[in-house]
């Protein structure tokens, strides 16, 4: 199975900021140093404006991101379904794939975008993670990037270099049928599945086994 160690670094920098915001960024940087090496010195930058900010500015920054009158929110499963049923069957699944690997979520749900990533990089289910990165994780983060359109921001920044490792790593080979189709990330819907019977629900919500 692929390595996928580098996502538990991604996951921890879309964590709520802490005191050790400063080690999750320096591993960020120098993982951008080995993988992305032409990005290198526009992250340096980035991340060096960013910790110029007091812990309580960079705790305010990410809730008016992710929560209070939030650009986007970190929920996936929510962004992909909103608060169709299909979002609880999503729920119940990953719930039970991150007890197997071991996933902690502390408060936050199954679908926490940091907990999403954690548990690519623990499960040792190849197929798993391969459903989990192509169908839901890739579609979710790409739709996510609409919602920041005209907008300058530290997390989109960080958002477009996760969509270039899912791209990466995650090519869906054999799983093209349940690709989301491409009017989805137009900017013209609320959630990527508008309705209870858009094309994702009617794919691996209801066929692969996984979701």
Do not use: W
């Not at 705790?59 to 996936?76: G, H, N, P, S, W």
């Not at 919602?147 to 997390?155: D, L, P, R, T, V």
């Amino acid at each position: 199975m692929k390595n996928l160690n580098h996502y538990k670094i991604l996951a921890d920098v879309f964590r709520y900021p802490d005191a050790r915001f400063s080690e999750y960024a320096d591993r960020f940087l120098k993982m951008i140093v080995e993988e992305f090496p032409a990005k290198a010195g526009k992250f340096q930058q980035l991340l060096d404006t960013h910790n110029r900010l007091s812990l309580a500015e960079q705790q305010e920054y990410y809730m008016k991101t992710f929560d209070v009158q939030a650009v986007c929110y970190l929920d996936i499963g929510y962004m992909l379904f909103g608060e169709d049923y299909k979002r609880a069957q999503l729920l119940v699944n990953l719930q039970n794939e991150h007890k197997s690997a071991g996933v902690d979520c502390g408060s936050e749900l199954g679908d926490h975008l940091p907990n999403v990533l954690t548990l690519l990089a623990k499960t040792t289910d190849r197929d798993f993670a391969e459903e989990l990165g192509f169908i839901i994780t890739t579609p979710a983060v790409r739709f996510m990037l609409t919602k920041f359109k005209n907008i300058n921001n530290y997390y989109k920044e960080l958002l477009e270099v996760l969509l270039e490792f899912l791209q990466r790593d995650f090519t869906g080979d054999g799983l093209a049928e349940y690709a989301v189709p491409e009017q989805a990330f137009n900017g013209d819907h609320e959630f990527v599945m508008p309705s209870p019977k858009s094309a994702i629900c009617d794919t691996h919500c209801n066929k692969r086994k996984s979701f």
